[in-house]
């Protein structure tokens, strides 16, 4: 057709007239040259173009491409084939409405097949993203200038774009949008406490949290988590607010991830893959890095199916021609050996942390390891006690090295200078991932040998119950059932006095301080010797 047409009537009569013939609905796809590059036969919802095969352009642009549909029933355009459209980002929309009782034939001329037709597009409208004309002819049609119309909807797209200030994905910063399913099991006041520090999560990777979508079911759908519709409104929405990635609030299988990627068109990550991009972008030791990519390898390894077709492609090369291995098994191969060499300088990395922890014992000096939920505020703590410079922020996951600094405190019964060491830890996580676990085995088990426990907790978090919680259930699944502790909670100075009121209640032995503040830091030490000398008199 001609690429200033949206149609031309031979073009619909022709297409309706395959239509009646094979009593069927037929979509064809047209690009702005005017050239078929797609004909499915079925509704536009059944033929509609994969968002991977989508050209990607930012809010508000266009693909590109219109379609024109034939339909049985004498109506508009149902949601299902305007949802479709607006998934695609299709410049138009047309449906052409046949005689007669379904796609049967009526008469013998092909002026007949066509009784009204109907022209959407989208329009830039939170409520309702598209706008459907009343019945038009095709002379109607045909006399309507494509780019005109292009151009006149784009910049409507672009002025509304601006207007809520959507994020654009050229900015280098993922805009996310975030997908929490609420099953029986979770209760939904740990629902909305899950979504709320994804969001955390998500931020401190170095994110920005565009929307959350929220869907309640008995259990999770085994191929896309969430129901058939929800995931159409999550690819609705992902082009809507210009977001280029999805996280959701739980581990996905492979085959999810492949599943909801096809169907959606951008990037899906799980809650895991979030929490390794975080390690991998604060561990700056070389201990740290290394088990971070450890960690990053072992959720990598079953996952290389879902990496697409580059991954099965056959590898280059002597050896591996007609019959060789493929670049699927090359690359796990590969990446099995790298787990093997980094497993074992972990475990050097271990044998080298349990020497220093004898040397330590040997000296007589006893070790207190500062533990807690993600920014409770741990690092803030150990340079206040002890001046030292440790790198605080107020994010999830700003410590990954453990830090050791001595504590200089005054023994109750001698009043002589008594030397601790202060052990700061990377911060737990409700369902820490098993590879993080495993893979950071050489640094956990600072807790596990130290001589006893500092249980940092984050009193002005309203969910602080549930991180003492998520904290004692990691310490009970250690290998080693670690020393005594003691809790500390921390920042009361932003804290409510309603949650300091139902702290005290409940844990009348705990101490109540504010590290920022230096606020409650010398009864802080007197505990800490205190419980340094039941500790050790125990040992």
Not at 178 to 203: H, K, N
Not at 272 to 280: C, G, H, K, Q
Not at 283 to 294: I, N, P, R, W
Request: charged residues 20%.
């Amino acid at each position: 057709m001609p690429g200033d047409r949206l149609l031309t009537p031979e073009f619909a009569q022709r297409l309706a007239a395959i239509s009646s013939e094979i009593n069927q609905p037929v979509c064809s796809y047209l690009n702005r040259r005017g050239q078929v590059i797609r004909v499915g036969v079925g509704t536009p919802r059944q033929t509609q173009i994969p968002p991977l095969e989508l050209p990607r352009y930012g809010a508000g642009r266009l693909s590109g491409i219109r379609c024109l549909a034939t339909s049985a029933q004498p109506e508009p355009p149902k949601e299902a084939a305007l949802t479709a459209m607006a998934l695609q980002r299709l410049d138009a929309l047309v449906v052409f409405t046949l005689t007669g009782s379904g796609f049967q034939r009526r008469g013998g001329g092909a002026t007949g097949y066509i009784q009204a037709a109907y022209l959407a597009h989208l329009l830039p409208q939170a409520e309702v993203p598209w706008q459907v004309s009343e019945p038009l002819s095709l002379e109607q049609l045909a006399g309507q200038d494509l780019q005109e119309l292009v151009s006149q909807l784009e910049e409507n797209l672009q002025f509304f774009a601006q207007a809520l200030e959507t994020p654009q994905p050229t900015t280098g910063i993922d805009q996310a949008l975030l997908v929490g399913l609420m099953t029986e099991r979770v209760s939904p006041q740990r629902f909305q406490d899950g979504l709320a520090e994804l969001a955390r999560l998500v931020e401190s990777a170095g994110g920005v949290v565009v929307e959350t979508l929220r869907q309640k079911r008995s259990q999770p759908h085994p191929q896309t988590v969430v129901g058939e519709g929800k995931v159409q409104e999550i690819a609705l929405r992902v082009q809507t607010v210009g977001a280029n990635l999805i996280v959701f609030d739980r581990d996905l299988s492979p085959a999810q991830v492949r599943n909801l990627e096809t169907q959606v068109g951008v990037r899906v990550l799980d809650r895991t893959e979030v929490i390794l991009d975080i390690f991998a972008q604060r561990a700056q030791s070389q201990a740290g890095k290394l088990q971070v990519e450890l960690a990053q390898l072992e959720y990598l390894l079953p996952r290389l199916r879902g990496q697409g077709r580059a991954m099965s492609r056959l590898g280059g090369g002597i050896g591996t021609r007609g019959p060789g291995e493929t670049k699927l098994e090359t690359e796990r191969r590969a990446i099995q050996r790298r787990i093997t060499h980094l497993q074992r300088e972990v475990n050097q990395l271990q044998a080298h942390r349990s020497r220093m922890r004898q040397r330590r014992q040997h000296q007589g000096v006893p070790a207190i390891a500062v533990v807690g939920y993600t920014n409770a505020g741990k690092s803030t703590l150990l340079n206040a006690l002890t001046n030292a410079e440790a790198y605080t922020a107020d994010q999830l996951f700003a410590t990954l090295d453990p830090t050791t600094r001595r504590l200089v405190v005054i023994d109750p019964f001698t009043q002589t200078p008594q030397s601790l060491l202060l052990i700061d830890t990377v911060g737990f996580i409700h369902e820490l991932p098993p590879s993080l676990v495993d893979a950071f085995r050489a640094t956990l088990e600072e807790v596990t040998e130290a001589d006893a426990l500092l249980h940092v907790v984050d009193l002005s978090h309203p969910a602080w119950h549930s991180h003492i919680r998520s904290v004692q259930q990691i310490l009970s699944e250690m290998p080693i059932i670690p020393g005594p502790g003691l809790i500390a909670f921390n920042k009361i100075d932003q804290a409510s006095s309603e949650a300091l009121a139902t702290a005290q209640e409940e844990f009348p032995l705990a101490l109540f301080i504010s590290a920022s503040q230096r606020l409650g830091l010398e009864t802080l030490r007197q505990h800490l010797t205190r419980l340094i000398s039941y500790a050790v008199g125990d040992r």
